[in-house]
Structure formats: structure tokens, C-alpha cells
């Protein structure tokens, strides 16, 4: 019998998702688990009840959205033998799942698979000193990520994130920055960009392009150029709406890296995991390779 500590956020996603708690933890205590069930009290738990307790434990599982489980990895990443944390992902956007293989369709087969299925090892990044799971962006999105209330999210989900898009899409303005990377340089401006270790963003597949390796030791830095004219315009509308983000290519700059740092002409606002990350000139952002082990469908 494996002993099982289940963290999940009550306020991730959609409420429903709750009224089948008994049967997640039917379903895997039918796979021969005992459950210690644990709902997050307050922001970060989730990482601190890792922390807390996860020695008496063989196995976590977190449920929630992308937010909850980049604060449970960061706890695991803590502790100097991180727990093995299965996944299921109940939350708004759930980009991170993308990554897993996993039975998306039933939260039973999701509860399952948390408890029996493949275990990877993968990267995590790290942003001046401070870990994140999947992204650290800052620009267009990520504006709106903060400024979208968290109760109209869960209530409209993805459409919240567009409309706010859309409506303000002529009024973004571009951020001058400089890019370095090995012995390479990039200066110029751009409306958005991203350093992502994930084929996910933002409900986006594919995106950043090139199915990148959660595991290869390096990270993926993706830059968008400026709204030239009303071309532009129309295929970054047609992007958002139809969630394909290869509508952008021609818009798109793109390259893997170990180690990157970003210096911008004034302090920009980062999002790291989709939650605010600060303001900041500099940042240097770096691969950790092999840090956390999470479960994949197969
Ligand atoms: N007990 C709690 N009270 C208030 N907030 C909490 C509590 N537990 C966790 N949280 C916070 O809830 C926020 C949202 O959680 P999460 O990201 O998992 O769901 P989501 O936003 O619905 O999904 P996604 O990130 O996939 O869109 C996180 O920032 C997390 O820190």
C-alpha cells in the first residue's frame, strides 16, 4: 500500500469539479493508496505542505491549475530529495498538462494515472534566484493576467483572457529590450516574450513552436514583434481567437538556450507561471536540469 498526501486548491477552476473530490479519492484508493487528503489553506501551501510533511509520505498528488502545481514543484525543488508529485490538473487553463500525456477527459482516469503512471524528470527555471515551473513572460498577456479578476476567470475561463486581449490589442505598446544569450546579442522592441520550458502557453499548443524537450537542460525564448500595420493587426486577432499561434510565425523570433538575461530600457512586469513575478530591468534566467519528477500518462 503506497501512502498518498493528496493537495488540492478548492478555488482552482470551476466549482464543479469539487462535487467529484469523494470519487478522485475513491479511485485512488481502489489502486491500493491510502490518502491523507489535504485542501491548501492560503496562497503557496501547496509548496509548504510539501515541504511540511512529504518525508511521511511515498507519493504527493496536487490538483489544481497551472498556479497550484508551480507552487508545489517549487516546494519539492526545496527539500533535497524532491517527492515524486503526480498531477490533476482541475484549473483554468491547465497549460502545463500538455506536457503530461494524460487522459484529459475523465477526472476518475486523471486520478488514476496520478497514482500509476510514468514517472519524468524534468527541468525547472530559474529567474534571479527564484525557481518557476513552466513561464516567465512579461508583455502583452501578461498584462492582462493581472488585470483579468480572478472570479471572471474561473466564470468565463479562456473568453476573459481574449476579450481583454482584443479590446486592447491597439494601445500595447512594445518594450525596448536586449537579449543575450552564449556569445549572441539581440536588441529591439518587442510586444511580448517568453522563457518557457513547456509546448503550452497560455491555452496556446504549440507554443513556443518545435515541440521543445522539458529535459534537455535548455530553455525556449520566444519574442513577438511590434503591430506594424493593419495586417499584423488582423493575424495577431486571428492567433488569439483560433488559439494558433503559427498565424504569428512571420511575427515570431525563437531560440533555445541554457542561460539567457534580459535587460529592458525600463522595469517591466514578468508573470512567472502566470502569476505576477515582479518588476524588473535585469533578469537572468537559467536552466536547472533534472530537478523535479512528476508523473506523465506513459
Ligand atoms: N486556500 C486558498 N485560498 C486562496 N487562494 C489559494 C488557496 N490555495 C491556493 N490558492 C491560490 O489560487 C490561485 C489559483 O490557483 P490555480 O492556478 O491552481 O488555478 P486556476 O487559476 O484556476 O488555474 P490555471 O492557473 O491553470 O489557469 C493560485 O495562485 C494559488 O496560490
Given amino acids: 500500500m503506497k501512502h498518498v498526501l493528496f493537495i488540492y486548491n478548492r478555488h482552482a477552476g470551476k466549482n464543479k469539479t469539487w462535487a467529484n473530490l469523494s470519487d478522485m479519492i475513491n479511485t485512488m484508493t481502489e489502486q491500493d493508496c491510502l490518502i491523507t487528503a489535504y485542501p491548501t489553506q492560503y496562497r503557496g501551501d501547496a509548496g509548504d505542505a510539501i515541504v511540511r510533511w512529504s518525508s ?31 498531477y490533476i490538473p482541475v484549473g483554468t487553463t ?21 497514482v500509476t503512471g510514468v514517472p519524468h524528470t524534468h527541468d525547472l527555471g530559474r529567474f534571479n534566484g527564484r525557481s518557476f515551473l513552466y513561464v516567465a513572460a512579461f508583455g502583452a498577456f501578461t498584462e492582462i493576467a493581472y488585470s483579468t479578476p480572478q472570479k471572471a476567470k ?36 518587442y510586444l511580448y516574450g517568453m522563457v518557457s520550458n513547456t509546448t503550452s502557453v497560455g491555452r496556446f499548443r504549440n507554443f513556443p513552436p518545435g515541440n521543445p524537450d522539458l529535459s534537455d537542460g535548455l530553455l525556449e525564448v520566444t519574442l513577438i514583434s511590434p503591430i506594424r500595420d493593419v495586417k499584423d493587426m488582423e493575424e495577431f486577432s486571428r492567433a488569439l481567437l483560433m488559439t494558433d499561434p503559427s498565424i504569428l510565425n512571420s511575427m515570431m523570433t525563437t531560440f533555445s538556450t541554457a542561460k539567457v538575461k534580459i535587460t529592458a530600457a525600463a522595469e517591466l512586469l514578468w508573470t512567472l507561471d502566470g502569476e505576477a513575478g515582479g518588476a524588473h530591468q535585469t533578469v537572468e534566467i537559467e536552466a536547472i536540469p533534472h530537478a523535479y519528477t512528476i508523473i506523465h500518462g506513459k
Fill in 94 to 114: 491547465n497549460d502545463f498538462s500538455k506536457n503530461l500525456d494524460l487522459p484529459l477527459d475523465k477526472l476518475t482516469e486523471l486520478a488514476a494515472t496520478a
Fill in 56 to 86: 511521511a509520505f511515498d507519493q504527493i498528488v496536487v490538483a489544481g491549475g497551472d498556479g497550484t502545481l508551480s507552487e508545489a514543484i517549487a516546494g519539492a525543488t526545496r527539500l533535497p530529495e524532491p517527492p515524486v508529485i503526480g
Fill in 154 to 189: 474561473n466564470l468565463l475561463g479562456y473568453n476573459a483572457y481574449i476579450l481583454e486581449v482584443v479590446k486592447n490589442l491597439a494601445s500595447i505598446k512594445p518594450y525596448h529590450i536586449k537579449v543575450e544569450w552564449e556569445d549572441q546579442v539581440l536588441e529591439g522592441d
